[in-house]
């Protein structure tokens, strides 16, 4: 592992620059899961469950709190910053680059978590 040299100021300025990758990650993986959720939703739970329903209203309220869920998902990767200044002892690009993949792909998994918790009930309940 080669040493980066890197201040604390340009290691911030690294991170800062990550930024807009992982809010367009973040943004994109949200529409993606949502279009999954209501596939799901639609194919596999309404046959079964009238009470399920997809509405501008209920897309709405799941837009503002994935808005919101976007906002504690940057505060965490903050916490890369300070986990790449306090951590990287060598300041090496490798420790760095490996953090910063693996909280974005951690974060852009997450909201897949709801189509497929869609789908698990659907097997429990209704198979």
Same mark, same amino acid.
């Given at each position: ?36 959720? =209501?596939?799901?939703?639609? +194919? ?7 009470? #399920?329903?997809?509405? /501008? @209203?209920?897309?709405? $309220? ?18 890369? =910053?300070?986990?790449?200044? +306090? ?7 490798? #420790?760095?680059?490996? /953090? @910063?993949?693996?909280? $974005? ?23």
């Amino acid at each position: 592992m080669s040493s980066s040299n890197l201040t604390k100021s340009q290691i911030r300025e690294w991170w800062s620059d990550k930024r807009y990758l992982y809010n367009l990650g973040l943004i994109l993986c949200g529409i993606i899961a949502f279009i999954f959720y =209501v596939i799901v939703g639609v +194919n596999f739970i309404m046959p079964y469950d009238e009470e #399920f329903e997809i509405t /501008l @209203f209920t897309i709405a $309220f799941q837009g503002i709190g994935y808005l919101i869920m976007i906002v504690i998902a940057n505060l965490f990767y903050s916490l890369g =910053v300070t986990e790449d200044l +306090n951590n990287n002892k060598e300041n090496t690009d490798n #420790f760095r680059k490996n /953090l @910063f993949n693996l909280g $974005f792909w951690f974060s852009v998994s997450l909201p897949f978590l709801s189509p497929l918790w869609l789908l698990i009930s659907y097997f429990l309940e209704f198979y």
